[in-house]
Nanobody
Framework: VQLQASGGGLVQAGGSLRLSCAASGSTFGNNGMGWFRQAPGKEREFVAAISVSGYSTDYTDSVKGRFTISRDNAKKMMFLHMNSLKPEDTAVYYC??????????????????????WGQGTQVTVSS
């Protein structure tokens, strides 16, 4: 699976952005997916995850109620809708996918080691 993230940019606090992740490979519909972010000088951190079917989602506490993760398996796309953006959301955002053969993939959703494929990242900058 190859992943390509896009949609980042510069936005004022309170604004919105939609990140997209385009996937290639025939197994996309069998991969758990997630978004992570990394701010300068900090470790990469979990933002959101979505199950293979799309019925299960999870978010880190700081984005709950503001971000929404979704996926379109037919188009091999994943999205992150970000509303009410804050300066502390500034980071490079990465999309990630789990191997279809990974066992207990949903249990592994929170950590970087729970994912097998990574996109190149897209910069999100929120000004105050």
């Amino acid at each position: 699976v190859q992943l390509q993230a896009s949609g980042g940019g510069l936005v004022q606090a309170g604004g919105s952005l939609r990140l997209s992740c385009a996937a290639s490979g025939s197994t996309f519909g069998n991969n758990g997916m997630g978004w992570f972010r990394q701010a300068p000088g900090k470790e990469r951190e979990f933002v959101a995850a979505i199950s293979v079917s799309g019925y299960s989602t999870d978010y880190t506490d700081s984005v709950k109620g503001r971000f929404t993760i979704s996926r379109d398996n037919a188009k091999k796309m994943m999205f992150l809708h970000m509303n009410s953006l804050k300066p502390e959301d500034t980071a490079v955002y990465y999309c990630a996918a789990q191997s279809q053969v990974r066992r207990n993939s949903w249990q592994a959703r929170l950590g970087v080691n729970g994912y097998d494929y990574w996109g190149q990242g897209t910069q999100v900058t929120v000004s105050s």
